[in-house]
């Protein structure tokens, strides 16, 4: 199983980027896919998450202008970032549970100037 993430950037604030985490492999369920993210000198914190059923949470700060979606079809998670700040600058990555296994993706930089 792979998780391949894309789709960062350099971007200034208030734009928008959308990240993609295309997930390939033999995956019989997945329980969870979430984008994570880890900016210099912190903590890999969570963004946002999104069940195997659809259903989404946030990292508080970050309600009503980040967005996790799936397109079960294309194996794809998406995260979908608007109003961007240069506080949200940081490697994004998305990460996915299925049965008692967890993966990584690569990590996408995200840099926002102001």
């Known amino acids: 199983v792979q998780l391949q993430a894309f789709g960062g950037g350099l971007v200034q604030a208030g734009g928008s980027l959308r990240l993609s985490c295309a997930v390939s492999?033999?995956?019989?369920?997945?329980?969870?896919v979430a984008w994570y993210r880890q900016a210099p000198g912190k903590e890999r914190e969570l963004v946002a998450h999104?069940?195997?059923?659809?259903?989404?949470h946030y990292t508080d700060s970050l309600k009503g202008r980040f967005a996790i979606s799936r397109d079960n079809a294309k194996n794809t998670v998406y995260l979908q970032m608007n109003s961007l700040k240069p506080e949200d600058t940081a490697v994004y990555y998305c990460?996915?549970?299925?049965?008692?296994?967890?993966?990584w993706g690569q990590g996408t930089q995200v840099t926002v100037s102001s």
């Open positions: 999104i069940t195997g059923g659809g259903v989404t």
């Open positions: 492999g033999s995956i019989f369920s997945i329980n969870g």
């Open positions: 990460w996915m549970l299925t049965g008692d296994d967890e993966y």
